[in-house]
């Protein structure tokens, strides 16, 4: 009988050993399951933070401006300021000042300018302290020619008979010059002669307007 109690004792225990058994290998079971989620989880929405972080960089690239822009030595801004600048100028002078350029031509004793002396209309050659030099009419500052002339003013209309002024202003060399001439009669060259102004108020005016600071 005593037997009997502790075989049945002794196949209680057995059994309760492997049910204990059985379910810590099924609680591991669960956490190797729940790691493996976890780490799966992670590493999905790592990389979506990573794609899109990346699609985010490329995008801010995509839309940076570019720096490197071209600008002319002259444009439409820039002559409005010489505008404003020569109708100030000539106040101080005490002259008037009208603005003129090709086939818009001021009668300067007799000759049609800018026209008359510009390469592509020349009747009259143009020199520039004594030598012939070429000029072309340009809109952005640049030409074939040694001259570009971007402006044109004279006073011409209003000035007394022998006290007329024109000036051409001009980009030589990439830096910017103003011409000037009161000739009102031929020269033995034939030419129609300039030199560079001597009024530093207007020749700084229009460097400043070119090369702003």
């Not at 640049?142 to 051409?168: G, L």
């Not at 207007?202 to 307007?209: D, E, R």
């Amino acid at each position: 009988m005593k037997k009997i109690v502790v075989g049945l004792m002794l196949s209680v225990s057995l059994l309760g050993l492997s049910a204990c058994r059985k379910t810590a290998t099924t609680q591991n079971d669960e956490i190797q399951k729940q790691e493996t989620f976890t780490t799966s989880s992670n590493s999905s929405e790592a990389k979506k933070v990573i794609e899109k972080s990346s699609s985010s960089t490329s995008a801010t690239n995509s839309e940076e401006p570019e720096n490197n822009v071209t600008k002319n030595i002259w444009d439409s801004e820039k002559a409005d300021a010489l505008r404003s600048f020569i109708v100030n100028w000539s106040a101080t002078m005490g002259q008037s000042y009208q603005e003129y350029q090709p086939q818009n031509n001021v009668n300067f004793y007799g000759l049609q300018l800018p026209d008359d002396v510009l390469e592509n209309t020349q009747k009259q050659p143009m020199a520039v302290d004594n030598q012939i030099v070429s000029a072309e009419w340009s809109g952005n500052g640049e030409s074939a020619a040694e001259y570009s002339i971007v402006a044109v003013y004279s006073d011409a209309d209003t000035a007394a008979f022998a006290a007329k002024h024109v000036y051409f202003f001009a980009i030589h060399n990439n830096d910017p010059v103003v011409l000037t001439s009161m000739q009102n009669q031929g020269m033995p060259d034939g030419a129609f002669h300039f030199s560079q102004t001597e009024n530093q108020e207007l020749k700084n005016g229009f460097q400043n307007i070119v090369n702003p600071s």
